[in-house]
């Protein structure tokens, strides 16, 4: 009989498992350039021409703004500070563009 007192006099407490919806967002390689499908096509022959006569390169005008990141993390710097200073410039000039 006395455990019966014991277990009416203590509160009850009830536990609830709470559990947060968190949500990732997903990164899409985007193609953010404003050019006609004709543009692109004459683009991409040009490099093929290039690339047959031994001089082919990097086309940054064909890329993704993903795969330009991508190749912009790989690049080997040798001068980090005068590197700066042209990607500055660069910016600068592109903003007086009004291209970014």
């Known amino acids: 009989m006395a455990s019966r007192t014991l277990f009416r ?3 009850l407490r009830t536990t609830i498992a709470r559990r947060t919806l968190t949500t990732t967002s997903r990164l899409h390689i985007k193609e953010d350039a404003d050019r006609t499908p004709e543009q692109v096509e004459k683009a991409k022959q040009d490099q093929l021409k290039e690339q047959q ?5 990097w086309r940054e005008d064909l890329a993704s703004s993903g795969e330009s990141n991508i190749a912009a993390d790989k690049e ?11 990607l500055q ?8 563009k009004g291209e970014l």
């Open 9 to 11: 006099t203590l509160p």
């Open 53 to 57: 006569q031994g001089k082919g390169r």
């Open 76 to 86: 080997k710097v040798k001068d980090h500070d005068s590197h700066m200073k042209d």
């Open 89 to 96: 410039k660069e910016g600068a000039k592109k903003g007086e």
